[in-house]
């Protein structure tokens, strides 16, 4: 445009000159003939072709129709007028936006007054102006639009315009709440200022940007009597101009982006989201606030969807619990032999059936044993098969020649070994132990009269046995606990079993309990000194020799997963004790080795169990004291109601 312009210039100033020659040349030619009217013709359309030519080569914007003289001056008004200047809507308070943002706003915020975007009175364009001087656009004179604009948009030059309303009464012919007439002034500038400021500019393009970007920023302090402020591009209510003109902004530099971009809007309330995800998120807010909103109209029903959550949560936890509970309690079905897989009999079966499969055992001996597994479970009496005789014996003659490290040793009536077999190994260890005390108990005379068996009796008589005791009424605790059965399962004995069978015999008994450690190193020295006493009982009360082979029965000894009887007691020269005991789960061949002088030595390794090697929490021993009369016998039935131990310490 400004090529054209100056072309244009040039071709008139060469026109200038050549009239302005013929103009010259007439003068001289008319000074020959001096008449006065032909002269002053001729010099006033000298004139005139003159102020003709200066006015076609002036310079005129384009945007507010301001002439100018050079092209240097020219770009010094667009700079400074159309460039670097706020720009301001005629019709709201938003300010400090381009020229662009500035029609983007009228025509999207402002569509219902399209005739106050064309009115000369609120448009940006200022022609008829001239410098240094501010002339009013009136409705007859309408200035001519940029060449981007057409007749249908509502397009705003880029002025420095500020509506000013008219309040007083009647004023100008303006009603109240309609924007009164706006007179658009341009303030000039002397060419030696705008050349000042563009070579101001040229030097220091930076500081320019940056004062630029300062103007961009400013805002328009809104009025103190406004207390609401709407968007006019979305209709949101802001608390104060300055938010308002920041969201307006947000506006404004998001609509470039978006034009080029996927556009995930919310087809509820327009907000456009950044990607999909975030749109359905922004989505079920929307649900889930309906959805509260129409439970609220209901009365109560706050509180009915609280409680009703609360029950399901409560009848789940219910059931949780529940299974869990039966989940453990199979568990310890399964630990304790109660799970109904069979007792003893089906067990030697089934193993006696896996020695047939793995060749182990022919057929016919497995009929064989069948059958006299079976007279034995009818006669109630142990078969013997797992039975050792004579090992207190043995034990008495080994210390007798090797004993010299010992300073007292104290052995039990004699008592035979019953070791675990096929058909109870893994839980009975406790029917093998009391199997040994009444093995011992039938050498011993106040004893042997009360048992009815001439010998130990089978694992499944021991359990009808402890099932009549508890029929008696002894440990009904207990009994509940097995549900007052025994025969035919796998189940664990322990103490208070032992206690309840000797006491329906007649037999006194007393279960002490050593319930936590009482040495260094989680050990118990004080059931060492208890076992101490209780063989030295037994004895003359003078200085016992240095081996004691006493009347008393063994000691029975419980702890947690396992039990074993104590035989017997060394106390060696430095203090030290070692209990014997004899364990159910070593073999037959292993206990056997004790009968030799050969393999007594290291076959007593097994025997012998320091305080060190004893680190259970807690032990219980049932230890046997005399007999007890009939009436005795009642009142130890009704004490074990509720049985108690006695604690040690």
Known sequence: MVTVVCLSAGYILLLYVIILCCACTSYHYLELFPTDSVFLTLKCLCVCVCVCVCAAAMLTCEICREDVMLEEDMRTHLLLSHVETNMHCPLCPLSGVSYDELCFHISSAHPEEPHRAQDPAVSASTSGCSAGTNAAVTESKKPRMPQSCTAGDSCVTRD????????????????????????????TRSPKTRRELVRHRDEDRDGVKAVHREAKQTRLTPPGEEEEFSCP????????????????????????????????ECPMCSVVCSDSFSLQEHVELHLDHEAAVNSAGSPGSDLKLARELQREEEHRRRLEETQQEGEEFKKLQRQFGLDGSGGYSRQTERAMERAVARGLMAPGEFHCKRAEMMESLASGVDDGTTRTQGVVRALYEYYQTECKDHVHVWLCAATDHYCSSAGDR?????????????????????????????????????????????????????????????????????????????????????????????????????????????FLSGGSTRLPPRLIRTSLPPLYLQHQGHSRSIVGLEQRRNGSLCLLLLDPSSSASDTRKLLSVDTAAPALRRVRRFPGSLKHKQYQVVSVHGVMSAEEKQISISKSRILCAERIP
């Open 426 to 534: 893994g839980w009975g260890c406790g029917y093998r132990n009391l199997q040994m005390l009444l093995s011992s108990l039938h050498t011993i005379e106040p004893y042997a009269s009360l048992l009815q068996e001439n010998a130990a009796p089978s694992i499944p008589r021991v359990q009808s046995m402890i099932e009549e005791a508890w029929r008696a009424g002894l440990d009904p605790h207990g009994a509940s606990h097995f549900n007052r059965r025994l025969q035919g399962t796998r189940a664990w004995i322990g103490a208070t079993e032992i206690y309840s069978l000797l006491t329906s015999l007649g037999i006194s008994a007393r279960i002490i309990d050593f319930h936590k450690p009482t040495g260094p190193a989680d050990t118990h020295p004080r059931l060492f000194e208890w076992v101490k006493q209780y």
């Open 233 to 264: 591009m979305c209709g949101l209510v802001c608390s104060s101009g300055f938010i308002l003109q920041g969201h307006v902004e947000l506006h404004l530099q998001e609509r470039p982006a978006a034009e080029g971009e996927k556009r995930f």
């Open 160 to 187: 420095s315009l500020r509506p000013e309303h008219n309040s007083a009464p009647g004023g100008g012919g303006s009603s109240t709440g309609e924007a009164a007439s706006v007179t658009p002034t341009l303030t």
